[in-house]
């Protein structure tokens, strides 16, 4: 299994970018995929999940109602869409998965520590 996540960048606040989480060896529609981000100094925290089967995302907080997570079951590809980006938000940007994960309950609470499959990051920085 190989996740590689991309579309990262240098964009001012307000802007917007738009992730790519692209899989090899599984099929994303099966399984929970969760973004994580880690900021310099901070632990690496969980902000967008797409569940398996027909359940609602899920999303931190601080990024509701800017972040929206989608999947394109033919391209096995899960994308982060980021609006009105904040500087708050630069960090590196992951995607990641388990093969036990297909709630975005079990991608979160194994988080950091516990999930198998995590994409090589992609940076995100918000300038002013």
């Known amino acids: 299994v190989q996740l590689q996540a991309s579309g990262g960048g240098l964009v001012q606040r307000g802007g917007s970018l738009r992730l790519s989480c692209e899989a090899s060896?599984?099929?994303?529609?099966?399984?929970?995929i969760g973004w994580f981000r880690q900021a310099p100094g901070k632990l690496r925290e969980g902000v967008a999940c797409?569940?398996?089967?027909?359940?609602?995302?899920d999303y931190a907080d601080s990024v509701k109602g800017r972040f929206t997570v989608s999947r394109d079951n033919a391209k096995n590809t899960v994308y982060l869409q980021m609006n009105t980006l904040k500087l708050e938000d630069t960090a590196v940007y992951y995607c990641?998965?388990?093969?036990?994960?297909?709630?975005?309950?079990?991608?979160?609470?194994?988080?950091?520590?516990?999930?198998?499959?995590w994409g090589k990051g992609t940076q995100v920085t918000v300038s002013s």
């Open positions: 797409i569940a398996s089967g027909n359940d609602s995302p």
């Open positions: 060896g599984i099929d994303l529609e099966n399984y929970a």
């Open positions: 990641a998965t388990d093969l036990a994960a297909y709630k975005c309950a079990t991608v979160f609470a194994l988080g950091r520590n516990g999930l198998d499959y």
